[in-house]
């Protein structure tokens, strides 16, 4: 008997699913780390003459915090949906959310003041909470949500274009490299 002809393979259950991890999306995360880069590098440097070490250690600090921020990950598997941060960071950033399939009830669009459009989840409860639009691999993001809950993704899109975090990241490498010469040429001067 093949395995198509076997009954027993077609009404087996389905073994549970590996949870989906999807981070925020690279180009989103990279920027912003290099954003927060390029605006206080220069500030040990330039700061008073006593608080040169103090400065570098609160850049520290603030891109150990930027870091924490920009690991928000969403979960998916076949019991639910969850956003949070990793087990590293989540004991200072305790926001986040979890949601069971079951609990989904449908989306609510809703504009933006930059022309964009966010959606929010509405579930059992009358509630709703934010669908992350930030994540790696979106369309299988998307593409799981639809699949577990039903509902029809096919209009969402990203919260912003590509195109706005590429032109961000190229002014922000031109930042970081106007400084780095700068910081060069200032000792000279």
């Not at 969850?82 to 200072?92: D, E, M, T």
């Not at 699949?147 to 990241?169: K, M, N, V």
Request: positive net charge; charged residues 15%; proline residues 8%.
């Amino acid at each position: 008997m093949t395995p198509d002809q076997d009954p027993a393979i077609h009404q087996a259950p389905l073994a549970d699913q590996a949870p989906t991890i999807h981070p925020m999306a690279p180009l989103i995360r990279l920027t912003l780390l290099g954003l927060y880069l390029a605006l206080v590098l220069p500030l040990p440097p330039l700061a008073p003459e006593g608080l040169h070490l103090a400065m570098a250690v609160l850049v520290a600090v603030g891109l150990l915090l930027v870091l924490a921020v920009t690991s928000e990950q969403v979960e998916l598997d076949d019991q639910g949906l969850r956003v949070g941060h990793p087990a590293w960071c989540r004991w200072l950033l305790r926001r986040g959310w979890s949601l069971q399939w079951s609990q989904v009830r449908g989306l609510t669009p809703v504009a933006t003041s930059q022309g964009g459009r966010v959606y929010y989840v509405r579930n059992t409860k009358g509630a709703a909470t934010l669908l992350p639009q930030r994540v790696a691999a979106f369309e299988d993001f998307l593409a799981r949500f639809s699949r577990q809950t039903g509902l029809d993704t096919s209009s969402i899109g990203r919260i912003s274009p590509a195109w706005t975090y590429q032109l961000l990241a190229a002014l922000v490498v031109v930042l970081l490299i106007s400084e780095a010469i700068a910081l060069t040429v200032r000792p000279l001067a």
